[in-house]
């Protein structure tokens, strides 16, 4: 036998706190990452006995595959609901935005009206995009795989998101050098999960303080040898009780967001079997890890003995 601490010290401290406070654990659920960096464990502890100290039975659950089915039943009900949205509300509001276009070249309008125009028009094309994001999750392409080296991607994607962001590139950080690192995912996806994570960065977590950056890291989750990308900032973070609600759609706290970005980025890391996760930077602000499918398993998907494909 090896100390629980030495294997999971995560795992150690879920259990003390129950310890302290038995009841308190049906609200507050605590889950942590697997050794393979990219399963949520849920813990369940039960008491054997009445002695003391009682010895005390673990149960570890799996959260992956009930996460799983969860999100796709809301993209069922997504992809139900977007076919008559798009008919029923995308027209009139383009209509709306056009109509607005219109009247903001008026030469009678004065600025107070054309504020009034732009106002419109800015809600409108913000009514469209979140139109446009449901739309695209639920025609969701199949991902077109390609084998990659991540260092090369990540500079091209670096020059994209800062041209069109204005964001100075030396803020936002990436891996100089290091070990090569080759995944197997459709680039094009995961060009925009990266995007919605460095938006994110730069919407929620930045604010206006000069000195912040956007740092994007990459490696292999030791000991399952998975490669992963993280994006991480110093931001506020995600109040623990909000952790998992961030992924869900239409969950949003910022100034007029839609709610979808981390719920597409989430479906898209499935769809191209990684999983994407949040955890809270040490010292603050938040980490967004993306952990790619097993390397080892690209061969064995091909052969068709590997069931999970989708
Ligand atoms: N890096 C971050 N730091 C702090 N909070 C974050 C960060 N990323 C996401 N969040 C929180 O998670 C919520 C959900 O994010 P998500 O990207 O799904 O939606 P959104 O950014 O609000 O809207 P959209 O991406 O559709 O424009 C955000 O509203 C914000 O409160
Ligand atoms: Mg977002």
Redesign the pocket.
């Known amino acids: 036998g090896a100390l629980l601490g030495e294997v999971s010290p995560r795992l150690l401290y879920v259990l003390e706190t129950w310890r302290q406070n038995p009841d308190a654990g049906r609200e507050a659920v605590q889950t942590f990452v697997a050794a393979d960096g990219a399963r949520v464990i849920r813990p369940h502890f039960a008491p054997l006995g009445a002695t003391q100290p009682a010895s005390i039975l673990v149960f570890l659950e799996d959260t992956s595959l009930l996460a799983e089915q969860v999100q796709q039943s809301k993209l069922a009900a997504l992809g139900r609901l977007s076919a008559s949205i798009a008919h029923e509300i995308r027209n009139p509001v383009g209509a709306m935005s056009h109509a607005a276009q219109l009247l903001a070249e008026s030469p009678q309008l004065g600025p107070d009206d054309k504020r009034l125009t732009e106002i419109i028009r800015t809600n409108a094309d913000r009514v469209s995009t979140i139109i446009d994001?449901i739309l695209q999750l639920s025609r969701r392409e199949p991902a077109r795989f390609e084998r990659m080296s991540l260092q090369p991607w990540l500079e091209e994607f670096r020059e994209e998101f800062c041209e069109t962001m204005q964001w100075p590139a030396e803020r936002l950080v990436i891996p100089a050098g290091g070990p090569e690192l080759e995944v197997r995912i459709d680039p094009s996806q995961l060009r925009q999960i990266v995007w919605?994570l460095c938006?994110?960065?730069l919407?929620?977590?930045l604010g206006d303080d000069a000195g912040q950056r956007i740092e994007i890291r990459c490696g292999r989750i030791t000991p399952s040898g998975r490669p992963y990308m993280e994006v991480a900032?110093r931001?506020?973070?995600?109040p623990p009780e909000?952790a998992e609600r961030?992924?869900e759609p239409f969950?949003?706290?910022?100034r007029g967001?839609?709610?979808?970005?981390?719920?597409l980025a989430r479906e898209l890391a499935q769809t191209n079997g990684a999983t994407l996760l949040y955890e809270p930077r040490p010292g603050g602000g938040?980490i967004?890890r993306l952990v790619f499918a097993d390397p080892q398993r690209w061969e064995i998907r091909r052969s068709g003995t590997y069931a999970a494909d989708r």
Do not use: T, V, Y
């Open positions: 994001n919605n938006e994110n960065a919407k929620h977590a900032d931001g506020p973070g995600i909000q961030i992924f969950f949003s706290r910022g967001g839609s709610g979808l970005g981390l719920f938040s967004f």
